[in-house]
């Protein structure tokens, strides 16, 4: 009775954290080690890894691992349908393999991933309204048997969190997406000031288009100043002295 509680609390704690993580405004890579944050409480693993599908390449890319995996985040990549973690991205159902992980005809082994050397292995869809979101694989160095309620805890957490983790990755390429515009903005802004310079010391030195852009590029690399910088010095200085031509004797 006193196990049964204690679980029943546990249970409940999880689903107040779920519930506040789902209501924060946290970012991707925030909410990715929450999700590995939840999946180790839920199921002491001996390891996790969380992969987030790239729509734009139809493949699933590792994010995030609680085991230090640096040169693998972002680079370790499978396509939908490739092993059982492809499989899992292509059905959006739960595998739950108790023993000999390895031997699933759906395996792909990947050497740089200690992980796949485990005994057991669940692999549970991140999903959002039906959308794949991502995958979380959670390992145990030794046979396990994975309760019904260890399972329903975790597509709990890939149902939730995929919600949680498709707005911050719709927020997350917003930012690309503004950052684009404005470096695009830069880019023209800066295309416009070094064409008028150019077009000043052409005026004043007679030179071809191609000479005033090379000494705007040398003298910007001699200087060691922005290219922007330079021609816009070069546009004060003729305004400059155009004022002081412009200004009529007393």
């Known amino acids: 009775m006193v196990a049964e509680m204690e679980t029943d609390t546990s249970q409940v704690d999880l689903l107040h954290r779920v519930s506040s993580i ?3 405004e946290l970012n991707m890579d925030e909410m990715l080690g929450e999700v590995l944050g939840l999946t180790v409480q839920v199921t002491s693993c001996d390891a996790c890894l969380v992969y987030i599908f790239e729509p734009e390449t139809g493949e699933i890319v590792l994010r995030a691992s609680q085991l230090p995996h640096a040169s693998e985040l972002g680079v370790l990549r499978m396509k939908v349908g490739e092993g059982v973690t492809g499989w899992v991205a292509e059905h959006k159902s739960v595998v739950a393999l108790s023993s000999k992980a390895s031997q699933d005809e759906r395996f792909k082994r990947f050497p740089v991933l200690i992980e ?3 005994e057991a292995f669940v692999s549970v869809p991140l999903t959002s309204g039906g959308e794949l979101i991502g995958i979380i694989n959670v390992h145990h160095r030794k046979s396990r048997k994975h ?4 399972l329903s805890l975790l597509a709990f957490i890939g149902e939730q969190m995929g919600g949680a983790m498709s707005r911050a990755k719709l927020e997350e390429e ?4 503004q950052e684009e515009t404005a470096e695009l903005k830069r880019e023209l802004e800066t295309r416009k000031v070094v064409e008028r310079a150019k077009g000043i010391l052409q ?7 191609e000479e005033a852009y090379l000494r705007l590029r040398n003298e910007s690399r001699r200087m060691r100043r922005p290219m922007k910088d330079l021609a816009e010095a070069i546009i004060l200085a003729e305004e400059l002295n155009r004022k002081r031509f412009d200004v009529a004797p007393e």
Do not use: I
Request: glycine content about 4%; proline content about 5%.
């Open 22 to 24: 789902v209501a924060s």
């Open 147 to 150: 309760s019904p309620d260890e």
């Open 203 to 209: 005026r004043n030195h007679g030179l071809t288009e």
């Open 116 to 118: 796949d050397t485990y």
């Open 174 to 177: 917003n930012a690309r997406l």
